[in-house]
């Protein structure tokens, strides 16, 4: 019986290896794969313009975690280096918000749950450089930030939107547009109250309220797939096996030992009776520890750390690890 138990046990962990499998080829796209690498190729080189339309291409072929995080990392080294040459540039910072944010909002996945804390960092830098925007007003009214349209009212999230003065205009057919300057403070929401009048009444006059955001997680992890980081599904269920495996050889040996100890009697055909019903579940008490043990050992080593890598710049981050990019 406890045989059959130890098969099963085997069948069930042959099982969630195909599991794993699966899951570390849910972006297996080989074209996307190679864009992919290209764009994290051209990273390293700091080529981080050519690199973005690298990964933009990808996701034109595919949205993914993976794509839009890419995207949303050479967008925040673009930021970061136009800040620097003193040319700063709040779309970059506005994009870069976006894409990791949507990035984190993907459905939750192998490549995801292995870097979703290194992009909640990077999200909480980014928004260094970001505040929200939230409007209510007038019902389908169309939001414009710097001449780019956000939306449309009433919006289903607050913007992000980068640090600093821009336009903000709202309009839609038959009423006044609105038409002002707003100033965003990184981790503040401003409150803009749009409600437009009717195309011969009076221009509109927004209401305008600055208030500190509250603070919160980039993105939380949803409740049922949260895990802790030190935790891995695949690296617990191998050692299980391991330390499964050599108790069920253990249990094996010791029946073989006392086949052993039963050959005792002076009549030989009186071993071999004794010996025979000991020997074979011992010998497959053996067999299937070893094979249980091998299978946990495999299982530890495809769930191998995986690593980010920095290139010099704080901000320059690309996604690497060992077998999967």
Request: charged fraction near 20%.
């Amino acid at each position: 019986m406890l045989t059959v138990n130890v098969m099963r046990s085997l069948l069930a962990a042959m099982v969630l290896m195909g599991s794993v499998g699966q899951a570390r080829a849910e972006d297996s796209n080989p074209e996307v794969e190679g864009l992919i690498r290209q764009g994290i190729k051209l990273r390293e080189q700091h080529q981080e313009d050519q690199a973005l339309a690298v990964f933009r291409k990808a996701y034109g072929l595919e949205r993914s975690a993976r794509t839009l995080a890419h995207m949303g990392l050479a967008e925040e080294q673009l930021a970061a280096a136009a800040a620097k040459a003193g040319l700063p540039d709040a779309r970059l910072w506005e994009s870069a918000d976006d894409h990791l944010t949507a990035a984190l909002g993907e459905p939750d996945g192998t490549w995801l749950r292995k870097f979703r804390s290194g992009l909640q960092g990077e999200l909480t830098k980014v928004r260094l450089h970001t505040g929200e925007l939230s409007i209510r007003g007038t019902p389908g009214a169309v939001v414009y930030i710097a001449g780019l349209e956000r939306g449309t009212l009433p919006l289903p999230v607050p913007l992000r939107v980068g640090a600093g003065e821009a336009n903000l205009q709202v309009s839609t057919p038959g009423r006044q547009p609105l038409n002002t300057t707003i100033r965003v403070v990184p981790g503040q929401v401003l409150r803009v109250e749009a409600q437009l009048e009717p195309a011969d009444g009076p221009a509109p006059r927004p209401v305008l309220t600055q208030q500190a955001g509250v603070p919160r997680q980039a993105v939380a992890p949803r409740a049922d797939t949260a895990e802790p980081a030190s935790w891995n599904a695949s690296r617990v269920v191998g050692w299980s096996l391991v330390a499964a495996g050599t108790a069920s050889a253990a249990v094996g040996a010791l029946l073989l030992r006392n086949r052993d100890s039963e050959c005792h009697a002076s009549s030989n055909q009186m071993c071999v009776q004794l010996g025979r019903p000991s020997s074979g579940p011992g010998w497959a008490f053996i067999g299937g520890g070893a094979a249980a043990a091998a299978l946990g050992g495999v299982l530890i080593f495809v769930s191998r750390d995986v690593q980010v890598a920095a290139l010099p710049s704080p901000h320059a981050f690309v996604l690497t690890a060992k077998g999967t990019l």
